[in-house]
């Protein structure tokens, strides 16, 4: 069994599947604090966890002038100042479940947790890549950063993604070579010991296990950049559906969802208000500036208090990495025995979420941030 190496895991998590493993925290704890304790960060798995020794890791560039350049794990730590950010992952099909309501879609059936939050240090890849000899002729021909993971299928295929290089080399990319999360060494799920944090770019190319770099002319092959993470029309199916056709996903749209009050449960007439929590994040860099919220299915709407960070920092412009949690307290309206509860983000591009599912459903189910709702009872 390829998968009995696998680390153990919080009981918290939600399974989605178990090889290779999938799971997301509880919606109802994933709000409760702005950086997701590691055990129960959302977990996203193609292939069985790779054991890497440390002493033996390699970390391999290819496509610099010097030819193979192959980095070991205590070099990296100690030729590159040590960056951290806080950026947010979330995986493409994060709320799919949503898409599936509507007509089935193919893919793990998420629920709203397939988001987290997390602090991230590493070395700055742009630094890694002008250290090791990457110069302006080198970006005449190079267009994409290739990255490989060290986790294989049984053909022996490697889990593969690519970026594009303005993005890597970008001062304000803020692309890091990552080897600890939340301030301790990368856990074996999240990618030990080094994985790519490409924040604000979707989590599939946020490369685990990371043992082969490429400045490449091209994408990378790999099937989860050619033929899956794709956004295609509501109209394309799988008879139709030519995946060259479409770009793959790197930025992420618009995203908000409620994590409190749960769907079904119940609130008390007396107490004249419900105290609505949720997260919402743009992808990109671009900073979530409002979340609207309704009671009443999206008929009357009232502004959400945001939260950032505790250091009550604001984001550098156009590196807005991390979610905001958001929280209100909305008055009951009179006579209502159930209320429909909607929440909905603006980002500073003006861009918003989509009010129903149905116009951006998409084969695969990516992509999913229609406006979030959650029924509730009104008890007398
Ligand atoms: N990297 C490798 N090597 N193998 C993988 O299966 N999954 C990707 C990405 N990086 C994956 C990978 C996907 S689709 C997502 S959403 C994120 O990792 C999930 O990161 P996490 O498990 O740290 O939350
Ligand atoms: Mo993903």
Redesign the pocket.
Known sequence: DPYSGEPSRHPALQINSLK?FNAEPPASVLADSYITPSAI???????PVPKVDPETYRLEIEGLPSGVVSVTLSELKSRFPKRTITAT?Q??GNRRSEMNKVKQVKGLNWGIA?I?NATWSGASLREVLLHYGFTPEVAINAKHIQFE???KDVTGAA?G?SIPLNKALSEEGDVLLAYEMNGEDLPP???YPV?VVVPGV???R????LGRIVVSHEESKSH?QQNDYKGFSPGTDWDTVDFKSAPAIQELPIQSAITHPAEGSSVERGDEEVTIKGYAWSGGGREVVRVDVSVDGGNTWHVAKLYSSDLGQNPAPGRAWAWKLWEIDVPLPDGAQELEIVCKAVDNSYNTQPDTVGPIWNLRGVLSNAWHRVKVKVKD
Do not use: I
């Open positions: 290779p960060f959302f977990k996203r798995n193609h292939l992952l995986c493409a397939a987290s993971g060290l986790d889990y993604a799920d999240h990618g994985r979707v989590g599939a946020n490369v685990k296990w989860w």
